[in-house]
């Protein structure tokens, strides 16, 4: 006979409990929660993903794993008491909101310093902190930039159409950060056009923000029509800034700044009210399914994979993952406008590979991984890339150095999901040859 259970629910004041310990680290059972998140933060990268630094996507969030244990660790400090892991889950995203907004107000220099120690293999002519870091911002550019200016391709006619129609258009930027989503937009409009627009900077980071307004400034937009605002995304729906906008946006644009939240819908839905009709919402972001589990496996051939990987259907029957496992499909998605995106398995192998070179590893490694990675393929074998780290980390011949790696990339459906689901229906998403792990979002409010 099932045992029945006896454990009471939560009052408030157990609940506010479970926050505090949670999100503040302090009180009942605090010690042993930081315990449980900090040794998984002071691993190097991937783990790194886990506990505090919990920015990946709810739907790969791979920390989800530290739940009972999160739950056995406060169930000492309030015995006979039941838990709900919907309220650790939650709990959980408050602490990494909290965490985004630390990281993201401290400078790089103070991001780098902070950042957990990792072995690295140096690269020739590549040697100091500074090198390296130059040599990584070099790697990112190159993507970001490439993304930002097809994105301000897009974005530039429709802008002047707008101002030709109604002599002045507002954009609103989500995440503007120095300011690269938005500028290459202003430079394709001409001196006069520059003058009728109308910008709101949003972003958690001050600092950045006035870099940005001071750039848009220094290239003919007029000071008193840039607005910066200091909004953390975890709270737009609280925002009166936010609210301030309603119906007043003819574009609203984000590059590489959504994939920052667990729940895309909270701000989808603030962009739809934002927007007035016929308005548009254009934004780019990372896509790849690499970061959806430690451990990934190949589902065979025609399976149906689900959107966050946790389970594939094949033949009729459903095969779940284990515990941190995730599968990643062999199918070729259909083609559908421009969209052109690879199979999961090469944006799989162009991500991790990338990431071999933005650890510093010389090109040979990366090639190397990637042999590795076909080989594992080929054999059926699963994909462990934290072990293979581990592996690389330990063989090759090393010096202790700083690097800061955590991100959390969502899959182009989580977004188009997100979408549907906030009232705003995805037109199309764009892939770009030269990179398919960068995707283009059009939407456009009816
Ligand atoms: C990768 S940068 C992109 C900046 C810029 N759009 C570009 O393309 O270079 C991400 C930006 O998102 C901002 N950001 C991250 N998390 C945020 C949050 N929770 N609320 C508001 N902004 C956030 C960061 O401060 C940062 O400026």
Redesign the pocket.
């Known amino acids: 006979m099932r045992k029945r259970n006896t454990r009471k629910p939560l009052n408030t004041s157990d609940k506010k409990a479970v926050f505090e310990a949670i999100v503040k680290g302090k009180g009942r059972g605090s010690r042993d929660v930081n315990n449980l998140l900090n040794s998984a933060g002071k691993r190097p990268y991937p783990s790194f993903m886990l506990g505090s630094k919990a920015k990946v996507p709810r739907e790969s969030y791979y920390g989800w794993k530290l739940v009972p244990e999160i739950r056995s660790a406060l169930g000492k400090a309030m015995p006979g008491k039941h838990i709900p892991g919907s309220v650790i889950k939650e709990a959980l995203y408050k602490r990494s909101?909290a965490e985004?907004?630390k990281e993201?107000t401290t400078s790089p220099k103070e991001r780098w310093k902070k950042a957990p120690k990792v072995r690295i293999y140096p690269q020739k002519g590549v040697q100091t902190t500074k090198q390296r870091m130059a040599q990584w911002a070099k790697d990112i550019t190159k993507n970001?930039n490439f993304?930002?200016s097809k994105n301000a391709e897009l974005i530039s006619p429709e802008l002047k159409r707008k101002i030709a129609k109604n002599g002045q258009a507002t954009l609103v930027?989500?995440?503007?950060?120095?300011?690269?989503?938005?500028i290459p937009i202003i430079e394709r409009l001409n001196t006069n056009q520059r003058k009728k627009i109308s910008i709101t900077l949003?972003?958690?980071?001050v600092k950045?923000l006035k870099t940005a307004k001071q750039l848009l400034t220094e290239i003919g937009v007029p000071s008193q029509n840039v607005k910066a605002l200091k909004?953390?995304?975890?709270g737009v729906e609280k925002s009166r800034a936010i609210k301030n906008l309603t119906g007043k946006a003819d574009i609203v644009t984000?590059?590489?700044?959504l994939h920052?939240?667990s729940k895309s819908e909270t701000i989808f839905r603030q962009v739809n009210n934002m927007l007035k009709q016929d308005g548009s919402f254009k934004f780019w972001d990372w896509s790849h399914p690499a970061w959806r589990a430690g451990t990934l496996k190949i589902a065979p051939k025609n399976a149906r994979v689900s959107i966050n990987g946790r389970a594939y259907s094949y033949k009729g029957e459903i095969m779940r993952a284990e515990r941190g496992t995730a599968f990643v499909s062999q199918e070729i998605p259909k083609g559908r406008g421009s969209f052109k995106a690879r199979s999961e398995i090469s944006q799989v192998r162009e991500m991790l590979s990338t990431w071999v070179s933005l650890l510093n590893f010389p090109q040979a490694e990366r090639t190397r991984f990637n042999k590795w990675f076909d080989r594992r393929i080929k054999s059926g074998k699963p994909i462990n890339f934290e072990s293979y780290l581990q592996k690389l980390e330990k063989t090759a011949p090393s010096k202790p150095a700083q690097i800061e790696i955590m991100e959390g990339h969502k899959l182009y459906k989580l977004y188009e999901r997100a979408l549907r689901g906030s009232g705003l229906a995805p037109n199309a998403t764009r892939f770009y040859s030269e990179s398919n792990l960068l995707a283009h979002y059009e939407v456009k409010k009816k």
Not at 202 to 205: E, H, K, L
């Open positions: 909101a985004y907004e993201w970001i993304a930002n930027d989500l995440g503007t950060g120095a300011g690269k989503t938005v949003i972003d958690v980071s950045d909004v953390n995304f975890g984000a590059g590489a700044s920052h939240l």
